[in-house]
């Protein structure tokens, strides 16, 4: 292996996480959350999806089993959580939510032999029930999803266009309980997260979320997957029809004709931000073939998404896109361009992920 691909291997080592003081967590861990001591469920799972081709160096199935470890009876697995095994959020505001990803890991890691025979049976009742707690949680009465600007991955993309009143009306509130970390660590994170104007937090079910939609389309798919492999018949037919349907939804609702492209809906129209999470209908398998096709034209187009150094977060096109200083606002972030560039071999565009890539 080149030079760079060791030092890359090197620095994520450095970063691993190891507890110093007793905690509830195995360590130790893939080093996913920065300064804090926390584990993060989106940052973790992307992890484990390079770490799996060194699973003799890093402790791919340990960092992941501290969220089954974790994982409430009601299916509950929270998106951040304590070294003391709690959510650092309250469950029934979607802040909490995390992005369902783990079972497309899951079957990553099998298909590259990681992990000892029986892994997927163990964890397969693990991810059928988070997947319905979040469907019982978070999915609207139309039957599409919505989220939170922590609980997507995503913090401050945009999602109102310049037209709409931007508006709190029918969101659910966040408040000071939300947060489940007591004393003045938990006033402070309240009080910052109030006063930095980047951050929505009532921006939730009022909004049809195109990237939650499609990534529980994607997890419904997975799990099929995983039953399938396993020979839970009924399960996967159950699951193969929650995705078509949850396609079908989400081609009907989210897709605009005219401009070719995915977006998030208010009420009874589409909104106008193309940002990256339209590219969730990919890996999805949501797009039909034409409509993907559509979607590789954003990509290659450079004022929109074809620019010199990855695919941006928010299309350069967008009066808010920021490529240098835009954190969710143009600039590129590895999970989601490594999510694009799955999405794009799905479809068949191959030679034109390898030249993002």
């Known amino acids: 292996m080149n030079d760079f691909y060791q030092a890359a291997l090197a620095i994520a080592e450095r970063k691993l996480a190891v507890d110093i003081e007793p905690s509830k967590l195995h360590s130790p861990r893939l080093g996913t959350g920065g300064d804090f001591k926390d584990i993060f469920l989106w940052d973790t799972a992307f992890s484990a999806l390079w770490a799996k081709y060194h699973p003799e160096r890093f402790p791919v199935l340990a960092s992941l089993d501290n969220f089954y470890l974790c994982q409430e009876e009601d299916g509950f697995i929270s998106r951040q959580i304590t070294p003391s095994g709690r959510s650092k959020w309250r469950k029934d505001h979607p802040v909490s939510f995390g992005v369902p990803i783990l079972g497309w890991v899951e079957l990553e890691l099998h298909l590259q032999g990681v992990g000892k025979t029986g892994r997927l049976a163990a964890v397969y009742p693990n991810l059928k029930r988070s997947h319905r707690f979040n469907q019982t949680m978070f999915r609207r009465a139309d039957g599409l999803y919505f989220s939170d600007c922590f609980g997507c991955g995503m913090d401050d993309i945009p999602r109102w266009d310049h037209e709409s009143e931007i508006s709190s009306r029918g969101g659910i509130p966040l408040d000071?309980?939300?947060?489940?970390?007591?004393?003045?660590?938990?006033?402070?994170?309240?009080?910052?997260?109030c006063a930095d104007g980047r951050f929505h937090f009532d921006w939730n079910r009022q909004l049809v979320w195109c990237d939650t939609s499609c990534q529980m389309a994607f997890d419904a798919l997975n799990l099929a997957r995983i039953a399938e492999i396993l020979g839970l018949t009924a399960d996967a037919e159950e699951f193969r029809r929650e995705h078509a349907g949850l396609a079908a939804l989400i081609n009907d609702q989210l897709y605009d004709r005219r401009l070719g492209f995915y977006f998030d809906r208010l009420g009874d129209r589409v909104l106008s931000r193309q940002h990256i999470g339209a590219?969730?209908?990919?890996?999805a398998e949501v797009a039909p073939p034409e409509r993907a096709e559509l979607l590789v034209d954003a990509l290659i187009d450079p004022k929109r998404f074809g620019r010199p150094c990855g695919i941006p977060s928010l299309a350069a096109c967008d009066p808010d896109y920021r490529p240098e200083?835009?954190?969710?606002?143009?600039?590129?972030?590895?999970?989601?361009?490594?999510?694009v560039l799955r999405g794009l071999q799905i479809y068949g565009y191959t030679s034109l992920a390898r030249d993002i890539a």
């Open 279 to 283: 590219f969730w209908a990919l890996i």
């Open 176 to 193: 000071r309980g939300c947060i489940l970390t007591p004393g003045k660590e938990g006033d402070r994170c309240y009080e910052w997260m």
């Open 325 to 339: 200083s835009g954190y969710w606002r143009g600039p590129v972030w590895c999970p989601t361009l490594y999510m």
